[in-house]
């Protein structure tokens, strides 16, 4: 199975800052990488997919990056309602695998 | 408005079966592939099975093969999973997932809101 790598697993933020989290693939997976935003008690909600591209409804100030076994999320001005954690998810083979995930708090 | 909602989980025993269902509405079900992902906080998430439209595609992880079976009703708007021999590796919140797929590769679109699975004596 293709492991899946983030980091940080977790670290804290203050509104407004730029926030970046990795997501490293033990084989290349092309851009077949997911990213996801949960909150406490609810399930995950699709950020982008296919690595870069942003899903329709999802703020602008996230980006994806990358491809083959390196990936980035980019948050380019952290708002409150974005403190979460955040999960990558490789569909190249399966079984398809998540990132143990990365969880961002409030300085 | 689309919406996944699960059921059927609950307390049950090592050993065990249980049958999880997400009941589909606001989109065209029959279109869609459909997956189960767990999560658990130790392990964190965890896809477990897949099933293409016509469930013509199966697959499933290893940890749970030959246990479990995905099967979904396009005339009925439900997927379900029979889940047995359970053990407590199996303790976990349960998610049905609408699959956003180039060919048969998918990243999850929606999600129901999980069904809480506890497998303990």
């Known amino acids: 199975a293709i492991r899946m790598t983030q980091s940080p697993p977790s670290f804290s933020a203050s509104t407004g800052d730029r926030v970046t989290i990795t997501c490293r693939a033990s084989e290349g997976i092309s851009s077949y990488l997911a990213w996801y935003q949960q909150k406490p008690g609810k399930a995950p909600n699709l950020l982008i997919y296919?690595?870069?591209t942003l899903q329709s409804g999802v703020p602008s100030r996230f980006s994806g990056s990358g491809s083959g076994t390196n990936f980035t999320l980019t948050i380019s001005c952290l708002q409150s309602e974005d403190f979460a954690s955040y999960y990558c998810?490789?569909?190249?083979?399966?079984?398809?695998?998540f990132g143990q995930g990365t969880k961002v708090e409030i300085k | 408005e689309v919406q996944l909602v699960e059921s059927g989980g609950g307390l049950v025993q090592p050993g065990g079966s249980l049958r999880l269902s997400c009941a589909a509405s606001?989109?065209?079900?029959?279109?869609?592939?459909l997956s189960w992902v767990r999560q658990t906080p130790g392990k964190g998430l965890e896809w477990v099975s897949y099933?293409?439209?016509?469930?013509?595609?199966?697959h499933y992880a290893d940890s749970v093969k030959g246990r479990f079976t995905i099967s979904r009703d396009n005339a009925k708007n439900s997927l379900h999973l029979q889940m047995n021999s359970l053990t407590d590796e199996d303790t976990a919140v349960y998610y049905c997932?609408?699959?956003?797929?180039?060919?048969?590769?998918?990243?999850?679109?929606?999600w129901g809101q999980g069904t809480l699975v506890t497998v303990s004596s």
């Open positions: 606001g989109f065209t079900f029959s279109s869609y592939s």
């Open positions: 998810q490789q569909y190249y083979s399966y079984p398809w695998t």
């Open positions: 099933i293409s439209s016509s469930s013509s595609i199966i």
């Open positions: 296919a690595a870069s």
């Open positions: 997932a609408r699959g956003y797929c180039r060919s048969s590769s998918c990243a999850f679109d929606y």
